[in-house]
């Protein structure tokens, strides 16, 4: 076992022994390759340089407390990367390719893999980007497909503690019709600088509204917007955001918790209603919002500064499931064996 100070690990980049890396020409993928380098080399007119032909996912391996190493819900993480490549015409990675360089990778860094109770855990971040050359606008005819991980903490600094906000008016993360359902790294390119600006003013984090209107509540920066009220989990509905597993999780969790869930658009003015909010995603899993800034409009919006019943409640059923302390009763989690 690594000397790590487990219960200390910030989210950030950590490096490990060994990464996977395969490439992809004329719509088939070839051998996976493990690599001790943290470099790759690529080609000056590569397309991911200059058009920005990449998406990346997030995703988690859990050392659970009967010792097993699980992954969550790897196949939405599978088909959503499939979906961010159709999105910017890149070559599709099919399930198998895709599992068997997540498995190598977590099962190559396995000394890397937080203890259970640590409140940490294993971050896999599969890449894909255009690889092969192009001068005029368009699609690469070569494509790689990379994965590394590293032991991760909390993504807030606050951990389970609720965070503070900033609403913001005078950015969008990413046009109606563009690409704000896909996870492309131009989405976020466009998030840095009010991001960048939110966190030297003090915030965890930004709250962007849909770009169309103004109207409604998109997402946070890294991770889904909810709220609930009346005994119901609201969560936006909208083209711009990315669908996330972990939102889509804590909403089965939340109808068999005897809650009722509504996927809708939401309403600036809703934030005035709401008995507890929240971002969730991987990195995040849920983090309770204790205020929102609205500095355009000088509006504060509170919400405690403890975590909401609710959002306590769920963030333990997600957290048990994927460290095995309560039955996986939906099969969202796959036993890497052996590790
Ligand atoms: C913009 C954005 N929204 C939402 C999420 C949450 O998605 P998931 O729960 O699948 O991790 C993420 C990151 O993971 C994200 O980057």
């Given amino acids: 076992m690594e000397n790590i100070d487990w219960r200390n690990l910030p989210f950030g980049y950590y490096p490990t022994d060994y990464n996977v890396r395969c490439y992809g020409r004329n719509g088939k993928w070839g051998e996976l390759e493990v690599s001790s380098s943290e470099y790759i080399s690529i080609h000056m007119a590569a397309t991911t340089l200059h058009y920005g032909q990449e998406a990346f996912e997030g995703m988690k391996a859990f050392r659970g407390v009967d010792g097993k190493v ?23 990675v099919p399930d198998e390719v895709f599992f068997a360089a997540i498995e190598k990778a977590v099962r190559l860094n396995a000394r890397f893999i937080p ?18 050359p192009q001068v005029g606008v368009k699609p690469a005819t070569e494509y790689m497909f990379l994965v590394f991980v590293g032991p991760v903490g909390p993504y807030f600094k606050e951990g389970f ?4 906000v900033e609403l913001v008016r005078d950015y969008d993360r990413a046009a109606p019709r563009g690409t704000g359902h896909i996870k492309v790294g131009g989405n976020y390119a466009a998030s840095l600088r009010p991001a960048t600006r939110a966190a030297k003013n003090g915030y965890s984090t930004v709250l962007f509204l849909d770009a169309k209107e103004q109207k409604y509540i998109d997402e946070a920066g890294p991770a889904n917007f909810f709220g609930i009220r009346n005994n119901t989990y609201i969560t936006p509905e909208s083209h711009t955001i990315l669908p996330s597993i972990t939102n889509k999780s804590i909403e089965t969790l939340a ?3 005897g809650m009722k869930v509504e996927r809708r658009p939401v309403p600036v003015e809703e934030l005035e209603l709401f008995e507890e909010v929240g971002a969730c995603g991987t990195a995040a899993i849920i983090s309770p919002i204790g205020k929102i800034v609205d500095t355009a409009f000088g509006k504060v919006y509170e919400y405690g500064t403890e975590a909401g019943k609710n959002s306590t409640m769920l963030y333990k059923r997600l957290k048990a499931i994927q460290e095995a302390e309560m039955e996986d009763i939906y099969g969202w989690t796959t036993v890497i064996e052996g590790i």
């Fill in 70 to 92: 699980r992954l969550f819900r790897w196949q939405d993480n599978a088909r959503r990367l499939r979906s961010s490549a159709d999105g910017i015409m890149m070559q599709e």
């Fill in 115 to 132: 203890p259970y109770g640590t409140g940490a855990s294993l971050y896999i971040r599969p890449l894909l980007f255009g690889s092969g």
């Fill in 161 to 164: 503690r609720p965070v503070t």
């Fill in 255 to 257: 109808k068999d918790a």
